[in-house]
C-alpha cells in the first residue's frame, strides 16, 4: 500500500511540473530587408552590391524589372539563367559598377543577341553544373 501511494504522489508531481514547465517556441524570424535597387541587378553573395550592365542574361528580366537573386530571388524554383562571371568581383573585376537607385541607361540593356554569359545560375548563387 505504501508503494503504491509514493507512485501515486509521483505521478501527481510530475503531471504538476509538466503543466507549469515553459513551451519552446522554436520559431525563427530574420528581415533580410528590401532588395537593392539597382538597375542591372546586384550580386547574388553579401555584400549585394549592383551588378553591372551585361552581367546579368535577358532571361534574368521581365520587361525592365530584374526578378532577383539571392535571398531576394523571386523566379520559378526551377529557374536558370546566364551570367557573365567575367564581371563579377570575385573573378577579379574592378570596373565601374552603377550605385543604387540609379537608373538603366536604354543603351545598356543587354538582350540574347549580344549578351556573353559564361556560367548558368539558379537565381540563390548557385552555379549549375554542366550547362553554359
Same mark, same amino acid.
Given at each position: 500500500?505504501?508503494?503504491? +501511494? ?13 503543466? +507549469? ?8 524570424? !530574420?528581415?533580410?530587408?528590401? &532588395?537593392? =535597387? ?6 547574388? !553573395?553579401?555584400?549585394? &552590391?549592383?551588378?553591372? &550592365? ?8 521581365? #520587361? =525592365? !524589372?530584374?526578378?532577383? &537573386? ?21 573573378? #577579379? ?7 543604387? #537607385? ?8 543587354? =538582350? ?7 556560367? !548558368?545560375? =539558379? ?10
Amino acid at each position: 500500500m505504501r508503494g503504491f +501511494t509514493l507512485v501515486l504522489l509521483g505521478t501527481v508531481a510530475g503531471i504538476g511540473f509538466m503543466a +507549469t514547465a515553459p513551451k519552446a517556441e522554436a520559431q525563427v524570424s !530574420v528581415d533580410i530587408g528590401v &532588395a537593392p =535597387d539597382c538597375p542591372y541587378g546586384y550580386y547574388d !553573395v553579401a555584400p549585394y &552590391a549592383c551588378a553591372p &550592365a551585361g552581367y546579368y542574361g535577358p532571361e534574368w528580366f521581365t #520587361g =525592365d !524589372v530584374f526578378i532577383g &537573386a539571392g535571398p531576394w530571388f523571386h523566379g520559378a524554383s526551377e529557374f536558370q539563367g546566364h551570367v557573365n562571371n567575367r564581371l563579377h568581383p570575385e573573378h #577579379g573585376y574592378k570596373g565601374p559598377v552603377p550605385q543604387r #537607385g540609379e537608373k538603366a541607361e536604354p543603351a545598356k540593356r543587354v =538582350d540574347s543577341a549580344h549578351f556573353k554569359g559564361n556560367e !548558368v545560375r =539558379d537565381g540563390r548563387g548557385h552555379a549549375v553544373k554542366g550547362k553554359r
